[in-house]
């Protein structure tokens, strides 16, 4: 009988932390309120922040942000950008031949560092699955998550702050040709095969109630052990954004056997990701995507970086050769578009890189990846949807 | 000289051993020094977290628990619909764990016993081949032998060409189904159910009391086909009566059958090739571990004890049956009950191979619900179901031990 109440008292003691928790949400937590108040005096005081980082505690990026330090100190003190991403798609992450870790999403890693280190190889990825991302960027261990991730609201609300749309996406599915379905509304008890964690397992099943579809899922934790079960028939189809099926269609033995069906089911906005609670960091993320998009706007390349006062103001301001668009009330260099655009190239040239002819060959021209400021004239909706905040 | 009794308090003419060198104040200090650490870490923490939750704006609350839910759960043995809540789906994925972690500790159970006594087989080729086992599958990590079974399962036909046994039997890449129960109804089902598991009571203990008269009488009672015909009795009279009062039987036989043109199976039970995986996984390799443990607990029992068993002309196997297992079963249960927790904490990585256990679909949650708040409840649930194996297994080896 003694054992038994041992148990019972330790379940006691668990239901007790856990509504300890729940309890100690409504009163603000003791040790915030003067490290958010005086920012000011735990930066003037040295001893104090580094008595911060020789603590033991979990994360360097943690403990220093605990102090009430800005995001930006902790990155130029580090002096390395962590990002969140992956290895596993092509064109977004991947291995190359020699095995360093390239893609869209690691470019823009690249020109984040570039733009507060002066350094694009100043970068450190952490690889991490698909469902990991919430947690990861909600703890503030990295500072920027650059893994496909979709805008949505409650990841907003949640996760951290979405700093700007680089591509536009949807989802859609990949079927075997000798199957016969030429439409998504054909997968009548299928069985899909789909990656946890994403909005494409949400998607789906809004899209088999919508439809009656009765569609079987079949998650997989990592995106490799989909393409195998779906190689194999395990599942009839696969479900994922659009440009992800296309590159990752180009990893299966045989690509003419398969064909993406022409729904696309659902908005996926992809773009960087910022943790909660650091706005100048959150601004610092939106001017650097603002700045590659701006330079494929005015024509400068990472070959054709203006040192000198070209006369067209807008490339001139850009530049940092006259005027300024922001850069010092965000820490940044009067000239760091020059390092951004001569490190990573602009928009443009990282799309045709990863994305675009020398990548996984997804069509841009004419679609909504193309620039808006490439339309015909002013006002004619014939540009693509690609769009930052006027950098001035 | 003053008497230190009335005028002084006794600890200031305290005279014993030096305070720095008396055993029990140095133990006491250390249970004080290590309680405050223990503390002291947990608040930090607490206070971090906390910290961290104000910081980053990180949502933190109980509230999801009652919205929907609206995700799919890949295989699930309860019922589950996307319009469920969150509450219930978390129940629905632990109740997919505690399946797996059930079925597979029974089963790696079985084969490590079987292993670890063909380990001490006196046969050659036997004991090589368990030695061989248990060295391979111990020494290779879960994750990889997940992998292994991954591959090797989906090598098999595709459902549309797979095996079929007299349209009975259905084995493919995509799982194994056969012919199954269904319930027409939930009350009937759950009302016989309970009827049922009390029929297997009453006839266990008519067997009991049977068994304790023919031991002191002396008469014949039959205990076994009595105990059996009482419970097959109750059951099948409950069965005809709810059949009569709902005018469906509780369960009846459902049959697979291909469906559609995608032809995936339909109907049975079909146990689906994430849970095959991760079954087959885990029993292979908590087996290895079971299987030295048993082969160890063997070993403890005196050599003795076999050999006065076996002049008393028992054969070998009723030697092991009867004499040497009880005895090391008292060395057997301790640590088989960790490999029965190590099992069930293994089985979260289904999500590897397909299977959606209760740490994927909590992680899915996180998508639009507190992290936090769902791990601590994951967290939660795990220690329930590792502390509800401790009590099976210290209960039954109670049972077990020697008295008086």
Redesign the interface.
């Known amino acids: 009988m003694k ?2 109440t041992k ?1 019972i008292g ?2 006691a003691v ?2 007790a932390l ?1 509504a300890a ?2 309890c ?2 409504e009163e ?5 309120a003067p ?2 108040t005086e920012p000011t005096a735990a930066m003037a005081e040295p001893t104090q922040a580094m008595e911060a980082t020789a603590a033991p ?2 994360d360097e990026a ?1 403990s220093m ?2 102090q009430g330090e800005s995001r930006l100190d902790t990155v130029r003190a580090r002096d390395k950008v962590i990002c969140a991403s992956r290895n596993d798609v092509p064109g977004y992450g991947f291995l190359d031949d020699n095995g360093n870790n390239v893609g869209f999403d690691i470019d823009l890693c690249r020109a984040l560092a570039a733009a507060v280190l002066g350094d694009p190889n100043k970068i450190e990825i952490r690889l991490i699955t698909a ?2 991302r ?2 990861t960027i ?3 261990e990295v500072d920027m998550l650059v893994r496909t991730v979709t805008w949505t609201t ?2 907003d ?2 996760w ?1 702050n979405y700093a700007q749309t680089m591509f536009y996406d949807g989802q859609g599915f990949m079927v075997r040709k000798d ?1 016969g379905v030429g439409s998504a509304l ?6 899909v095969c ?1 990656t ?4 494409t ?2 998607n ?3 899209f ?2 919508q439809n009656g579809l009765n ?8 995106t490799p ?1 989909v393409v ?2 779906y190689e ?5 189809a696969f479900t994922n954004d659009r440009s992800q099926l296309a590159a990752l269609g180009t990893a299966l033995q045989n690509r003419a056997d398969h064909v993406i069906l022409p729904e696309t089911i659902s908005e996926e906005p992809l773009g960087p990701v910022v ?3 650091d706005d100048q960091w959150f601004d610092i993320v939106k001017t650097v995507m603002g700045i590659l998009i701006y330079a494929e706007a005015y024509g400068v390349t990472s070959g054709s970086v203006p040192t000198a006062a070209t006369g067209d103001t807008k490339v001139d301001r850009l530049m940092g050769l006259e005027g300024a668009f922001g850069q010092e009330p965000l820490g940044l260099s009067e000239t760091v578009a020059q390092d951004v655009i001569n490190a990573v190239g602009n928009y443009g040239e990282i799309y045709a890189r990863n994305l675009g002819p020398e990548g996984i060959n997804l069509p841009r021209e004419n679609g909504r990846n193309a620039l808006w400021a490439n339309a015909p004239c002013q006002d004619c909706p014939k540009g693509g949807q690609i769009y930052a905040a006027p950098l001035r | 000289m003053l008497n230190p009794n009335t005028t002084l308090p006794r600890i200031l003419t305290y005279q014993g051993i030096p305070v720095w060198r008396h055993a029990q104040i140095i133990q006491w200090a250390a249970q004080i020094a290590s309680a405050i650490l223990v503390v002291a870490l947990v608040m930090w923490f607490f206070g971090n977290m906390a910290f961290a939750i104000d910081d980053r704006e990180i949502p933190f609350g109980f509230s999801f628990l009652e919205r929907e839910y609206q995700t799919p759960i890949g295989e699930h043995v309860l019922p589950y619909e996307s319009s469920d809540s969150f509450l219930y789906a978390l129940i629905v994925a632990a109740t997919n764990t505690l399946v797996v972690a059930v079925a597979g500790v029974i089963l790696a159970t079985l084969l490590g016993i079987f292993i670890g006594v063909c380990r001490l087989s006196p046969n050659w080729i036997v004991s090589k081949l368990a030695t061989a086992y248990i060295e391979f599958f111990r020494n290779v990590p879960l994750l990889v032998q997940l992998f292994f079974w991954f591959y090797i399962i989906l090598e098999l036909p595709t459902v549309r060409e797979g095996y079929v046994l007299a349209d009975l039997l259905y084995v493919n890449n995509a799982g194994i189904s056969f012919p199954g129960p269904v319930s027409s109804g939930v009350t009937p089902a759950v009302v016989w159910l309970v009827l049922a598991v009390a029929a297997v009571f009453v006839g266990a203990l008519a067997h009991h009391r049977l068994v304790r008269r023919e031991d002191e009488t002396g008469r014949p009672s039959y205990p076994l086909v009595i105990g059996c015909v009482t419970t097959v009795g109750i059951a099948a009279i409950t069965w005809l009566v709810l059949s009569g009062i709902f005018g469906d039987a509780p369960f009846s036989v459902s049959t697979p059958a291909p469906q559609g043109r995608f032809g995936r199976i339909d109907g049975g039970v079909t146990i689906r090739a994430g849970m095959l995986v991760l079954l087959i996984g885990l029993v292979m390799y908590t087996a290895s571990f079971i299987a030295e443990i048993v082969r160890a607990g063997i070993q403890s029992v005196g050599r003795g004890q076999t050999e006065a068993a076996r002049a008393l002309g028992l054969s070998p196997v009723n030697t092991l049956r009867q004499v040497t297992f009880p005895q090391a079963l008292r060395v057997i249960i301790p640590p088989w009950i960790s490999q029965c927790l190590n099992l069930t904490k293994n089985s979260s990585l289904g999500g590897v191979v397909g299977y959606t256990d209760l740490t994927n679909v909590a992680i899915t949650m996180t998508q639009t619900a507190p992290a936090i708040n769902i791990f601590l409840m994951l967290m939660a649930t795990y220690l329930a179901m590792s502390l509800t194996w401790s009590l099976i297994g210290n209960l039954y080896n109670r049972h077990i031990r020697f008295t008086g």
């Open positions: 054992r038994i148990y330790g379940g668990i239901l856990v928790m729940a100690g949400q603000p937590p003791a040790p915030v490290a958010q505690t979990a943690t942000n605990n469902a990991e919430g947690p909600q703890s503030g409650s990841r609300a949640q951290g199957l054909e997968l009548q008890g299928a069985s789909v946890l964690g994403t909005t397992e949400l789906l099943q809004d088999s109630n569609l079987e899922v079949l998650p997989f934790e990592d052990a195998a079960a194999s028939e395990q599942c009839d943790p909660h609670g």
